[in-house]
């Protein structure tokens, strides 16, 4: 809807952006009686509700025909870019051949291969339907195999939908609990322990159980604050896990293949008992797996009669992600020394080039990384640390991103960042000039 009055450049820039996402507008009219989610991922209730209908390479075009370069993604899962014409005709191929055979695969071996030489921890792998799934199987195994019931997280992870990823660590508060949405018992409370991520205190805390948890899933690195990434810590939990008979469970749903083809596994040097893998692994297609210890995933099996982990659904293992993630990886595998090596430089030259603008600006914004993992941050004063206090800049938010919508750079409402290899220089730049762009606009209507 058009205003009958403009008093600001976010003014301008909103009326501008309604104007030009019509279609969009009208679509979320239609959706709001009938669908049950937002009607928008973007930073703030005021960001204007934008449906897109194709993607390529590092860029989305939405229904009006507009074209944003994306930094979403697809939640970091298309790795190669949007349409990839590797995955394409992966996809194709296998579509000839069929989709989901809900019988195993003829492919299924050359995949599980790739996944088990892509780390030492990989000596087994169940194929799941998405990532979600193998947190929630991975689990459910460590309790089986050590006889234990209580699960060890950290705050500001993400490990899937279920009720046992879902309580976190109250702000400030060492003891308290919270659980994260609407639905999830209290009878699930005493079963989850949420922990401070790279902290001393966790490890105490670990160190002190009177009865060790089954297990303790981590992100490596966490996409919520990759600037924190602690790789010494990371090995101490290890090495406590191993000394308690904790099973030490790496969250490699972002991290794998992402940041080196081993994932974080081979970079921070960790032989953890499971590892969980996602969509990244099957070019933006449904996916999960788990791999791990021998002595842990025979669990699964069943053989012989035995008593086994439950798991499986039907698109667990289906042929098409399957054909995806083995052009994947092979091709991740194969180009490991230019990809990873470009990774890097681009997401150094993006978040170095904006932190210098703006610090010398003097303007409460900088971005965190962690390889090509980057995180947009409106206030720097808890210097990477979670729980120290924080400013309020929720309008200043709102109105930065319509600005870097407007700019045609588009950032999800978690304000995590992803470079793929499809992102050139040229694109890099161009991010860099719509966040100057967008903090200078914010700037001048007063917002910071």
């Known amino acids: 809807m058009m205003r009958e009055s403009l008093h600001s450049r976010y003014d301008v820039v909103i009326s501008g952006l ?46 009006d025909g507009n074209t944003y370069i994306d930094t979403c993604m697809g939640f970091g899962a298309n790795l190669l870019g949007h349409s990839s014409r590797g995955v394409q005709k992966a ?77 976190a660590r109250l702000p400030g508060d060492e003891i308290g609990k919270s659980h994260i949405g609407l639905g999830i018992p209290d009878a699930i409370d005493p079963l989850v322990e949420p922990m401070t991520y790279g902290t001393r205190f966790a490890l105490h805390q670990l160190e002190e159980m009177k009865n060790p948890p089954a297990a303790v899933i981590v992100e490596p690195v966490q996409s919520s604050r990759p600037g924190a990434t602690d790789p010494v810590w990371l090995r101490d939990l290890q090495n406590l896990c191993r000394r308690r008979g904790i099973l030490l469970i790496l969250d490699e749903c972002t991290t794998g293949f992402r940041l080196a083809f081993g994932g974080a596994q081979e970079l921070f040097d960790l032989d953890p008992d499971l590892v969980i893998y996602g969509d990244n692994v099957a070019g933006g297609l449904p996916f999960g797996a788990i791999a791990g210890k021998d002595k842990v995933m025979r669990l699964f099996s069943g053989k012989n009669g035995s008593p086994a982990v439950f798991a499986g659904s039907s698109f667990s293992g289906n042929a098409l992600s399957m054909s995806c993630a083995i052009y994947t990886l092979s091709h991740l595998r194969d180009h490991s020394k230019d990809v990873y090596a470009n990774l890097e430089r681009g997401g150094a030259r993006l978040a170095n080039r904006i932190n210098e603008y703006w610090t010398n600006a003097n303007l409460p914004l900088r971005i965190n990384r962690f390889g090509s993992i980057l995180k947009l941050d409106f206030d720097t004063s808890s210097n990477g640390t979670q729980d120290a206090p924080r400013h309020s800049f929720e309008d200043a938010a709102d109105v930065f991103f319509v600005h870097l919508l407007d700019c045609g750079v588009t950032v999800h409402a978690s304000q995590v960042m992803y470079l793929s290899t499809a992102h050139t220089d040229s694109e890099i730049d161009s991010i860099v000039d719509a966040l100057i762009s967008a903090s200078e606009q914010t700037a001048a209507d007063g917002f910071f």
């Open 18 to 63: 309604e104007a030009r996402t019509c279609h969009s507008w009208k679509m979320a009219l239609d959706r709001s009686s009938v669908f049950a989610a937002s009607e928008t991922n973007f930073v703030g209730e005021k960001s204007p509700a934008i449906f897109f209908e194709s993607a390529k390479d590092a860029r989305l075009t939405d229904i």
């Open 91 to 167: 996809v194709s191929d296998q579509l000839v051949a069929g989709c989901n055979f809900g019988f195993p695969g003829s492919r299924q071996l050359e995949l599980v291969n790739l996944l088990r030489d892509a780390g030492r921890a990989n000596e087994r792998v169940l194929l799941c339907a998405s990532g979600s799934d193998a947190t929630a199987l991975a689990m459910r195994a460590a309790r089986a195999f050590t006889n234990r019931k209580e699960i060890c997280l950290f705050s500001g992870s993400y490990h899937g939908v279920h009720d046992y990823s879902l309580i």
